[in-house]
């Protein structure tokens, strides 16, 4: 059911690799980042303030000192760290924002709901610099991709602290599967010694165990996301954490051995780990039986009031050197194109933010779920923490 979308994304990198087919639309060969000659459809209240609202370790905070000071605009960036705390707000019709980030999973639903506008795309000049196939996947969920610019792209993952879980394993070796030091009770109840985390959303999770245990990871099957949930509460004794954003500074200071988590935030924690102790110890890993992706977006919400600063901010993103700042600040794969050269070489060649063909095709794109089933997963997840 998910093979197309597998064989798409497979060809993701070969596109990033190869420049493939930027979109033209619309023309700019003014050489800068276009916002101010922008052709105008009609014209935009004048204000000095920008409300954003996306997730926690996203942007490079001097990218956006350097958007204020450019524009003379305030910035107030505020953070989430799940898809789900970001809908609750955006259903409600009274964000208070300008800009928000949903994942390629939440998106259709959010647009259905009314709680987005329509972009004017003369607006975006770069928007010829957005890899069109991220556009095109994002169709599914927003066709003619009216509503959103995709951000990054990126995996759930895991990563470890080496030294500790090679000592808490003992004599038991490394398992073939990647994927039974954080799904098999085996290892699980040994790594526990060392602390275990686990994303705090049922959505980030149950996908990944439905691929593990060779269900489709897009089910929408009652009975699936049930034995899903039966393989969480089988390692539940050995975990000692759920947290979406936490497990950054878990990592980084030792506190936990084993992190389940977004690519970008694992490898944020090798590098503050590095930074702050000198040990080189956190390995993120790629299994090479698949991992989940998902693509994030920027939409302007019906309510922004600051709408003109929203669509300079959007065409600033995807500004190729802006691009890779924060790329490179994140550790996430840019949704501008020719941002990916621009990278420091150590992040645009690690398999963990651009990850191998082979990885890819293994892998799935995650696909949104009805709304019924999503209320049903966060009520197990509740019950899975309370220990139910
Ligand atoms: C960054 C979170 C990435 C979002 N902290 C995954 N959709």
Redesign the pocket.
């Known amino acids: 059911m998910h093979t197309p979308i597998r064989l798409g994304l497979s060809s993701l990198i070969l596109c990033a690799l190869t420049a493939c087919g930027g979109h033209s639309q619309p023309n700019d060969q003014s050489g800068n980042d276009g916002a101010a000659s922008a052709p105008q459809h009609q014209p935009l209240a004048h204000t000095k303030a920008l409300k954003i609202y996306n ?4 942007v490079d905070p001097a990218t956006v000192k350097a958007f204020e000071k450019k524009y003379d605009v305030k910035i107030t960036y505020n953070y989430y ?1 799940s ?1 789900e705390t970001l809908e609750s707000k955006m259903l409600t019709g009274q964000s208070g924002y300008d800009l928000v ?1 949903p ?1 390629n999973s939440f998106l259709g639903r959010q647009i259905k709901a009314g709680a987005y506008q329509k972009l004017d795309k003369s607006q975006i000049p770069n928007w010829k610099n957005i890899n069109p196939r991220l556009l095109e996947l994002l169709q599914d969920v927003d066709p003619d991709n009216q509503y959103a610019i995709p951000n ?1 792209w ?1 995996m ?1 993952t895991f990563a470890i602290n080496t030294e500790k879980v090679r000592a808490a394993l003992g004599n038991t070796p490394m398992p073939d599967n990647d994927w039974d030091l954080v799904f098999n009770p085996t290892y699980t109840s040994k790594l526990k010694s060392c602390g275990i985390s686990y994303m705090d959303s049922p959505i ?1 999770m149950l996908p990944l165990v439905l691929h593990y245990v060779g269900k489709d990871p897009n089910s929408q099957s009652k009975d699936d996301i049930d034995i899903a949930a039966n393989i969480i509460k089988a390692n539940r004794a050995n975990i000692l954490r759920y947290s ?2 936490g497990y950054i500074d878990d990592l980084a200071r030792g506190d936990v051995c084993l992190a389940v988590g ?1 690519g ?2 694992l490898n944020i924690a090798k590098r503050r780990r590095a930074e702050s102790t000198g040990k080189h110890d956190i390995t993120v890993m790629v299994p090479k039986s698949g991992v989940s992706l ?1 693509i ?1 977006t920027l939409a302007i919400p019906k309510d922004a009031v600051n709408v003109e600063n929203a669509y300079r901010y959007l065409n600033w993103v995807l500004t190729p050197e802006i691009a890779a700042q924060n790329a490179d600040a ?1 550790t ?1 794969a840019p949704a501008s194109l020719p941002a990916r050269k621009l990278m420091n070489k150590e992040y645009s060649n690690d398999p963990s933010i651009f990850p191998s063909d082979e990885v890819l095709a293994n892998s799935y794109l995650v696909l949104p779920i009805k709304t019924e089933l999503l209320k049903y997963e966060l009520r197990l997840w509740q019950n899975i923490k309370a220990g139910k």
């Open positions: 997730w926690s370790d996203y760290d898809d980030g994942s990054y990126g759930n980030e979406s954003s977004f970008g935030d998902w994030d994140v996430y």
